[in-house]
């Protein structure tokens, strides 16, 4: 997609001077509260003490009868705050920030001991952990505060994760992520536990499974989790990596609200009761594009993203359990070019949006178990035109999509706690996706487009899983479980043994082992695709099975001091029963656009990737921090020739190093960040990029290594009962050259891969009251 125009973006920055005072100012404050319960229960826990370490006099509170807490007038700061209780692991969960605009809200879970042994402090949920207690590799959590404070985040998930291990952007106008030398469409994508479609703006336009920026805005979201492989036997149709993301549930005591306005846009959230027995909250967030502002002052030819999104959730306790309703949706168009004033050579006006809502409900079934049941509709839908200038000066049709696909969806859960030691889940969901296609496409203008999908259809997919996790030792655990999958469109079907194994050496070393068989659906597109025969219009693609992926993962961990972590995981992928084109080199492994895909396949293609990523980390503490990531991967396919070859994202090596400082001035916090990230390019076909089948031009060279700075800076001003927050963050600000889409060469009917200089600038400012 086009969406930034091949301009080199000539960015001036204003350096704003911040005057400080000399004197002392008043001492602002706010409060902590939230609650605490059992990791495997989700019991509600009474009589767990909390402290704020190293205060003066010390601040504190015990949680009540419904395991709530409180600790008011907090000085505004950055605490480690300390939970206890008897039976229990001592957690500490470190540098919260405390501001003066919005109360603290944690929800914490702790972990009951194995057996009554020496009390020990772990730091729970830490960056490196998961949230979700089984897993046992390749999993991390991501902070709504990382995705502000980290350089090239651009407050977007899909590119705040692109600077773990393993992990890779597709460019700057693409937050697509690339996993291990995996294709961004084997990510699979959750919301309040529910499977959705893609959630990003313009979503695989640039890369199949991408997007430009994400429909959920920062101030919905809460703590979440991305998992890069070897995922436990709760997730499904998923072959590369899962985002498991959740949204915040609203202030039940107070109203607070955020307004931000900036380059990116304009964003509004608000939160708080909707009863006064602090039962029920409301939480939303609208967000519209500055481009959708300022496009009808620019001239019609400038290629500009214009998006929009809004996003909710309703939170009711009850007698019945906890129901949560709550959505998100976006609109995003992207016009270049007048056909009138003939001012380009290629016309393109897409449209597209998608709406997601659900349904939640949890409840607790006694002291040890809990049910959640989720029920909701995605839909996405895309108009595509694309129209090209001939040598007559006239613009014939190229492409012309419309398209209206998407979901209905059920899930149900349930986790029970049978003992310090053993802890189960398990589950089905059931997908029943649907589309509405008709694509065209010109095989050589200006010769009529011919149709590619015209199709109307349906398909059940239901995913059924069982896990069990059992600590042998107080030292040794094991996950282990089974996920089966049907797909009533041609019966299909895919068994899915999941283990994990990790082994506490010591208070500072850690071994850990995973494996898991992954498998996928393809889009129904894929499946819908028409050709004619003889005897009529046929299905090709009809009776594919699952595309599937055998994952092996070691684990080293070192907790080198309480601040300084490393891990090391070498990993090893099989894929097979992969969809390829017979006696051609394609392999769907390398699909990046699939509006014009017309292809006929078969289950005969295989790939493998192997690699090891590493990690060295200095958490978040005293103000300052760092992250240095490095992958070294080899990623292979063979389509349906049987010659093997480099995979599209066979990058081999990637690298970032990343890390900030936070200054305290009086009651304002200063922070100072910085990243630099290095990409060995994708593998390209020079000669003709769209028809990958010929033999001798299929992925032979490779893109030159993108070097890329990005720096982020934010003032935070804390006043009574507000804050303020100014905040540059800035994309290659050193002017590197990037890899652009593939170029078509009109007057040669041949493509070729541009290069340009982009700096993408964000400048915000931003008030929480």
């Not at 959705?196 to 695989?204: L, R, S």
């Not at 490779?702 to 100014?726: C, G, H, L, M, V």
Request: proline content about 3%; some cysteine.
């Amino acid at each position: 997609m086009k969406l930034i125009n091949n301009t080199v973006f000539k960015v001036t920055i204003v350096v704003v001077s911040f005057c400080f005072p000399i004197l002392a100012t008043a001492q602002y404050s706010q409060t902590i509260k939230g609650s605490v319960r059992d990791q495997a229960s989700q019991t509600t826990l009474p009589g767990v003490n909390i402290i704020l370490l190293s205060t003066n006099p010390v601040l504190g509170a015990v949680t009540d009868s419904n395991g709530e807490f409180k600790i008011k007038n907090v000085p505004v700061g950055r605490y480690d705050i300390q939970m206890s209780f008897i039976g229990y692991e001592t957690t500490v969960i470190s540098s919260v920030l405390v501001t003066s605009g919005k109360e603290v809200i944690i929800n914490a879970a702790i972990k009951e001991m194995v057996a009554l042994f020496d009390e020990v402090t772990v730091r729970s949920r830490s960056k490196n952990k998961s949230l979700n207690t089984m897993t046992t590799l390749s999993a991390r959590t991501f902070t709504v505060e990382e995705t502000s404070r980290y350089a090239g985040g651009l407050d977007d998930p899909g590119r705040l994760v692109s600077v773990f291990a393993g992990v890779s952007d597709g460019n700057l106008q693409s937050n697509g992520i690339v996993v291990r030398g995996n294709a961004p469409f084997g990510t699979g994508y959750r919301i309040e536990g529910l499977s959705v479609d893609n959630p990003n703006h313009f979503a695989g336009e640039d890369f199949l499974g991408g997007g430009f920026v994400s429909i959920l805005s920062k101030h919905i979201l809460t703590n979440s989790d991305f998992l890069t492989g070897a995922f436990p036997a709760e997730y499904g149709n998923a072959l590369s990596s899962v985002f498991d993301m959740n949204l915040k549930t609203g202030n039940t005591e107070s109203y607070e609200h955020t307004f931000q306005a900036g380059i990116m846009g304009i964003d509004f959230a608000s939160e708080g009761p909707l009863a006064k027995n602090k039962n029920a909250s409301y939480l939303f967030n609208y967000r519209y594009s500055t481009f959708g502002i300022i496009k009808d002052i620019l001239p019609d030819q400038t290629g500009l993203p214009v998006y929009q999104d809004l996003g909710f959730k309703l939170n009711f306790k009850t007698k019945a359990g906890t129901f949560s309703l709550w959505g998100a949706g976006g609109l995003e168009s992207y016009k270049s070019g007048n056909e009138d004033k003939k001012d380009k050579e290629i016309i393109i006006d897409d449209k597209s949006g998608i709406g997601i809502v659900g349904l939640k409900h949890k409840i607790l079934l006694g002291n040890t178990a809990y049910l959640t049941t989720s029920v909701g509709v995605n839909v996405s839908t895309k108009s595509n035109v694309l129209k090209k200038m001939w040598t007559d000066s006239n613009y014939y049709w190229d492409e012309k999509m419309e398209d209206v696909s998407g979901r209905y969806m059920f899930t149900t859960n349930f986790n029970k706690k049978i003992s310090s030691r053993w802890s189960l889940r398990t589950g089905i969901e059931m997908d029943n996706l649907f589309c509405n296609i008709d694509n065209k496409k010109s095989n050589s203008i200006p010769d009529p487009m011919g149709q590619i999908v015209n199709h109307k259809g349906t398909g059940n997919l239901w995913q059924l899983y069982f896990q069990v996790k059992y600590n042998l030792l107080k030292n040794l655990s094991i996950n282990a479980g089974l996920h089966e999958q049907y797909f009533s469109l041609n019966n299909s079907n895919s068994t899915e043994p999941r283990v994990g194994i990790q082994w506490s050496v010591n208070e500072k070393n850690m071994l850990s082992f995973a494996y898991g068989r992954h498998s996928q659906v393809q889009q129904l597109n894929v499946y819908f695709v028409e050709q004619t025969t003889p005897s009529g219009i046929n299905l090709p693609n009809k009776n594919l099975g699952f595309m599937k992926a055998d994952h092996f993962i070691l684990g080293y961990d070192l907790l080198i001091n309480k601040n300084i972590h490393l891990k090391i995981e070498p990993y090893y992928q099989s894929l097979f029963n992969v969809p390829v084109e017979a006696n051609t080199a394609f392999s769907i492994i390398n699909l990046i656009d699939l509006n014009t895909f017309n292809k006929a396949l078969v289950n005969k293609g295989t790939g493998r990737n192997i690699g090891l990523d590493f990690t060295l980390e200095r958490f978040f503490n005293h103000g300052f921090y760092y992250l240095f990531t490095a992958s070294v991967f080899d990623s292979k396919f063979k389509g349906g020739d049987g010659i093997e070859r480099n995979t599209i994202y066979n990058k081999r090596f990637i690298a970032n190093l990343l890390g900030g400082k936070e200054f305290k001035i009086n009651n304002n916090i200063l922070s100072l960040n910085g990243r630099l990230y290095i990409n060995r390019g994708n593998w390209i076909s020079p000669l003709d990029y769209l028809d990958q089948t010929n033999q001798s031009a299929f992925f032979v060279s490779q893109q030159p290594t993108n070097y890329r700075f990005d720096i982020s800076a934010s003032y935070t001003k804390n006043k009574e009962n507000y804050n303020t927050i100014w905040s540059v963050q800035i994309l290659n600000v050193l002017n590197s050259k990037c890899p652009m889409e593939p170029t078509e060469n009109l007057s040669t009917n041949e493509f070729y891969y541009k290069y340009g200089k982009i700096v993408l600038p964000s400048i915000s400012w931003k008030i929480e009251f």
